[in-house]
Nanobody, 118 residues
Framework: QVQLVESGGGLVQPGGSLRLSCAVS????????MAWYRQVPGKERVLVAYITPGGTLLHTGSVKGRFTISRDNAKNTLYLQMNSLKPEDTALYYC????????????WGQGTLVTVSS
């Protein structure tokens, strides 16, 4: 089964940048549409961005123009470059296969915590 290990989170000031990484194993990575999700306490996990095998990108409205998803198929790794961070970006960030309903995904990693605060 899929194994997901997220890293790169931390504490950053508003306007700062972070790059998240996700090491993926247990599946054939290159033909999969992969995604980043985030979750704040008391709320559902929501989609942040996805990337198709062919490189088509989608970034949700609140992060569009600030975040960029990318992938390295040779390394089975997914990335999320986050710029111009805002306090409302504070959340636990997860990577996974893309699903229109992330609640249907059974396996998750531990996530990586991003805290944006002065």
């Amino acid at each position: 089964q899929v194994q997901l290990v997220e890293s790169g989170g931390g504490l950053v000031q508003p306007g700062g940048s972070l790059r998240l990484s996700c090491a993926v194993s247990g599946i054939i990575f290159s033909p999969k549409t992969m995604a980043w999700y985030r979750q704040v306490p008391g709320k559902e996990r929501v989609l942040v961005a996805y990337i198709t095998p062919g490189g088509t990108l989608l970034h949700t409205g609140s992060v569009k123009g600030r975040f960029t998803i990318s992938r390295d198929n040779a390394k089975n790794t997914l990335y999320l470059q986050m710029n111009s961070l805002k306090p409302e970006d504070t959340a636990l960030y997860y990577c996974n296969l893309y699903s229109i309903n992330p609640g249907n995904l059974e396996v998750w990693g531990q996530g990586t915590l991003v805290t944006v605060s002065s």
